[in-house]
């Protein structure tokens, strides 16, 4: 295309996008004023548009539950899932048996915690250097010592088997939404909502169709694992560049030798990134597990936290932490290793170094174990815990009083003047007011498509019947990541203007998202126990980690050129920021925003062990029986108003970026 | 198949590249310009386009980005499938072959390189080398004595552990050489080959592919749209412009009697004395005194002898063996380039 078209087409584009600006401002004025008036009128309009009646709300839940029973027992469903049941718990059975040493097939011993500490140190190794030998070696231990060994084996068992079925048929699915388009676009949908979906929603149906316990716990696991396996696949598979793919074509392969020589093995680095995405996720939903009875380090942490133990919680979140951050370091430290030539005539035991060292270490320390019984266990007396003195410290400098006073001014501040104003506001409006007002933000945000799918979706909201429930359930999130963003802006602005701060940041925050977000809730219950703050906290925590790292990634992402220009055309520090970075940064900084929203609707259904209100606490309760038609239409009010949000953000976002042309 | 037949040949070759290229293309007015396709949404790709090889030759085609000439070179070896014409390699229309057959010919006779040499990165250089050969089956001890051979052939003895990543760009393109190599093909297709590498080595890799080339004598189809590079490898030229052929012919011709305006703008910055050769200026038949001067050699070379020689006509030896007669004054004119 010539450059004078091209000039032309931007032309006639920024006419348009000018007319179109004044028609979506008339647009979105008619529908927020609306929706003003709505409000305003409240007592006067018919009280349909203000909640929709009882009788108006279809029995979603008992046709849900009706289908489910169809599909359980008239198909015969729940024969296929208790075979496929029986399967996963015999290699769930056989993980734990080597791992911790559960009287199953094999029928082996336990491993003693130092082989598995030593071999995972050679590992790291391997793949990163003696500071990821340092990591591995040193979770494994301080794990051990701590007297955790038999929690965390349980909680891997469960990985161990997960991981590997998450990543096949993640692959699998990648491989086959990248061969069929038509696939692919009846995949991306369901992906997006597996992705909005509360944890309940995965808990409740792995348990009815696969049993309480590791079964289902691995079920909800794989399932919760997958998605992002199979984008990457799909997006490392579609990456091949054409002259490699011409080349082995251009080599007589068949089909399948394509597939195997060519095009899987140049997409090892997308997915392996899948395989590390899977493991992450696998962690976080295994510890959330302990909310079906999965015995592991979800559950003791639980346990802890229920029963207010902070020092003991706190020694376990430390251990998750350091999993979390050896198995997301080590799958990233694969995904970078590049394979090494040795020089002709290297022996065998020199290529095969690692391999050999690995096997030497694991017989060591297995012989050493035998006679040094400490090798192989540590039991609760010998373990170093200090639980109940960690205790004493926490409570001891919560209590001290200038760190209460402050503690109890944040606790009133925030819930005299923020939370129930701003929470008896939110269910005051009418439902239609509500409505009204998210298609136009929508309209506002991304046009008509947004508009029509926030209009849909939040209609669909208030005929699920959940309504005020919802309301708390936004009301919560919506605040939280107003705070976020009120705090972790300028922190981010100021690690951003700094080259070292921002990489810091950066860092930091990367870890921290490898994190299960069940500890996020850690941090908060030590701080103010167990209290409606506390939920708002544990979001802001957690949602404040993608607002930070994508703010700071925008603002450093701009062109170099474009800043040094700003500089030479005389800009201040302030106007640079202003006029320059933060347009240009955006579509980044709203990435995060994005990502913060799934996030806080993830972490407000958590926090509903806490006891909070909303639909994340109704839909725990559906946990103790069989109401799986009333835990979806729960679940999905809340992948409603998550993914209207979404899809509004990413369409602004995506708009964005082709007006920069980014 | 007798020697005559040429090894690929292309007849009235269409690719259009659209919505239903086949509908549009069979009732598509004859005479439609590139311009016109455009309009109607399709792009021509490669635009009505009938030329042959023949064995042994070399091809080069020649255009700027755009011009279709890397998606000609996909006609021939069915990376794309044609939407109008015939192609045939040795005969045989390849259009009508199914995907085993396809494969297999592949397999047999043809090598490409790439422009960014298309090496897989998780293979070593004698890995990749070999490629082709596990593709078809060999057994492991044979395909990497063939390959270790190919390997030296491009000079990279020593490196055969290497692994893409860890090569020059040069280096990495003598693997996708080497590569195209092992199955011992007939056709070679070179798709911009030294594009993607600086000038330097560029040069160097074209004093290799000629030698090569000399040993080997294969067909080849070398694509670029560099000129000097055109007029420095091939025995004919195709230019290229908007999918369709302007002109195939020598060197000399191209230089010397362009057929479009298109072409003619190529030669301009052209020093035609360098390209131009004393067996094409030379009338046959004609019987001159003196010693005659080599019929490859290029006007520039025969400089000082044109201007030291009084005579009007200089004897040539043509490769026949017959001699001609140089008019020095037009020899002359092209060593100055001067328009006649």
Redesign the interface.
């Known amino acids: 295309m010539s450059d004078s078209t091209r000039v032309d087409a931007m032309r006639q584009g920024a006419e348009a996008a000018s007319i179109g600006a004044t028609r979506t401002r008339t647009i979105v004025l008619t529908l927020i004023g609306a929706a003003i008036l709505l409000a305003v009128l409240k007592p006067w309009i018919p009280s349909v548009l203000v909640r929709l009646p009882d009788d108006a709300i279809l029995p979603w839940a008992d046709w849900l539950d009706a289908g489910f029973s169809w599909l359980q027992n008239d198909i015969g469903l729940i024969h296929v899932t208790r075979t496929i049941s029986g399967w996963l718990g015999f290699l769930t059975d056989a993980a734990a048996n080597i791992l911790y040493g559960k009287a199953r097939w094999p029928r082996l011993e336990a491993l003693p915690w130092s082989v598995v500490a030593a071999c995972s140190a050679v590992l790291g190794f391997w793949l990163g250097g003696w500071r990821l030998a340092l990591l591995a070696g040193g979770t494994f231990v301080w794990t051990a010592l701590m007297g955790q060994w038999r929690w965390a084996m349980e909680t891997l068992s469960v990985i161990a088997v997960a991981v590997p079925f998450g990543f096949c048929i993640g692959l699998l699915l990648g491989m086959c939404a990248w061969k069929s388009r038509r696939f692919e676009e009846a995949l991306r949908p369901v992906l997006l909502v597996l992705q909005t979906l509360p944890f309940y929603s995965y808990l409740l149906p792995a348990v009815i169709f696969f049993k309480v316990g590791p079964t289902a716990a691995s079920v909800a696991t794989i399932v919760y694992s997958m998605p992002p396996m199979i984008l990457m696949t799909i997006v490392g598979l579609r990456k091949v ?1 054409p ?12 089909r399948w ?1 394509m597939l195997r ?2 095009f899987l ?2 997409a ?1 680095s997308e997915i392996l990134v899948g395989l590390n995405q899977v493991i992450m996720l696998a962690l976080a939903m295994v510890v959330l597990t302990a909310f079906i009875g999965m015995p592991g380090l979800g559950a003791k942490l639980l346990a802890m936290m229920n029963s207010f133990k902070l020092g003991r919680s706190f020694e376990i979140g430390v251990t998750i932490v350091l999993l979390a951050v050896t198995l997301d370091r080590l799958s990233k430290a694969w995904v970078v290793k ?7 005539g290297t022996p065998w035991w020199q290529r095969h170094l690692f391999l050999l060292l690995g096997i030497a270490t694991f017989m060591l320390f297995y012989l050493l174990s035998q006679f040094l019984p400490i090798l192989d266990e540590i039991g609760r007396r010998q373990s170093l815990s200090r639980g109940s003195e960690i205790d004493t410290l926490i409570k001891g400098f919560l209590g001290i009083s200038w760190v209460k006073a402050i503690t109890d001014f944040i606790r009133w501040f925030f819930n005299i003047w923020v939370l129930i104003p701003t929470e008896l506001a939110l269910l005051f409006l009418p439902t239609f007011t509500v409505i009204l007002a998210m298609t136009g933000i929508g309209y506002l945000l991304g046009g008509w498509f947004p508009a029509l799918v926030a209009f849909l979706f939040f209609s669909a909201v208030a005929q699920l019947g959940w309504w005020d429930r919802a309301m708390l359930t936004l009301h919560s999130t919506l605040t939280a990541v107003f705070l976020a963003m009120l705090f972790g802006m300028p922190l981010a602005i100021w690690a951003a203007q700094r080259e070292r701060a921002s990489r810091w940041m950066i860092f930091a925050c990367d870890t921290a998202q490898t994190f299960p977000s069940f500890i996020y809730l850690l941090p908060a219950i030590m701080l103010f126990g167990i209290t409606p703050i506390t939920v708002i906290l544990a979001i802001l925590i957690y949602t404040m980690v993608p607002v930070v790292r994508y703010t700071v990634e925008g603002l450093r992402g701009v062109p170099r050129e474009i800043t040094e220009a700003a500089d030479m055309a005389g800009a201040t520090r302030w106007q640079k920021l202003w006029k320059v970075e933060f347009p240009l940064a955006m579509p980044t900084i709203a990435v995060g925003l994005n990502q913060a929203f799934i996030f806080a609707f993830f972490m407000v259904i958590i926090a509903a062990f806490i006891g909070t209100r909303d639909l994340g606490q109704e839909m725990q309760r559906t946990l103790a029986g069989t109401d799986l038609g009333k835990n979806f239409t729960l679940g999905f009010s809340v992948v409603f108003m998550a993914l209207s949000l979404d899809i509004a953000i990413n369409s602004w976002a995506r708009k964005r970026r082709e007006i920069l042309g980014q | 198949m007798d020697s005559d037949t040429p090894v690929i040949s292309a007849e009235r070759v269409w690719k259009l590249f659209g919505p239903n290229p086949e509908a549009y293309l069979s009732r598509m007015p004859e005479g439609h310009s590139f311009e016109d396709i455009r309009s109607d949404g399709y792009i021509a790709g490669v635009k009505d386009v009938s030329l042959e090889v023949s064995k042994g030759e070399m091809l080069v085609i020649m255009g700027l980005s755009g011009s279709g000439k890397s998606t000609l070179v ?1 006609c021939f ?1 069915r ?1 794309h499938d044609i939407t109008g014409g015939v192609v045939k390699i040795d005969g045989q229309d390849i259009m009508s072959l199914n995907a085993t057959e396809l ?2 010919l ?2 047999s006779k ?3 390189v ?11 250089v004698l890995e990749n080398v070999a ?2 050969l ?3 089956g060999q057994d492991r001890h044979a395909r990497r004595e063939r390959a270790l051979e190919m390997v030296r052939l491009v000079g990279l003895d ?1 490196r ?4 893409p ?2 090569l020059s760009g040069g280096q990495q393109q003598r693997v ?1 050489i080497a ?2 190599l092992a ?1 011992e093909p007939n056709i070679w ?1 070179l798709d911009e080959p030294f594009s993607a590498l600086d000038p330097l080595i560029r040069r160097e890799m074209q004093d290799e592919f000629l030698r090569l080339q000399d040993m080997l004598g294969k067909t080849i189809v070398f694509i670029t749209h560099d000129f000097d590079e055109a007029l420095r490898l091939a025995d004919r030229i195709a230019i290229m412009k908007d999918g369709a052929v302007e002109q195939v012919d020598t060197p000399d011709k191209i230089v010397l009697d362009p057929a479009t305006e298109y072409v003619a703008k190529f030669t301009e910055e052209v020093d035609k004395a360098s390209v131009v050769h004393a067996s094409v200026l030379a009338r046959e038949g004609e019987s001159v005194d003196g010693e005659p001067v080599p019929g490859n050699a290029t006007i520039l070379s025969l400089a000082r002898r044109l201007v030291e020689d009084r005579s009007d006509t200089i004897p040539v030896s043509l490769p026949d063996g017959r001699t001609g007669a140089l008019d020095r004054k037009a020899a002359l004119a092209v060593l100055f380039g001067e328009k006649e």
């Open positions: 560049p002259d490699v793919v011409e080349a082995g074509r251009m080599s007589g392969c068949t030798q020589y060519v093995p140049s090892r590049q394979p090494e030539h040795f020089e002709r | 996909r070896s990376l494969i297999e592949r397999r043809m090598g490409m790439f422009q960014s040499f298309g090496l897989l990165p998780h293979r070593t490629f082709p596990e593709m078809r020593g055969e552990d290497y692994f990543r860890e996708g590569r195209s199955i297709f």
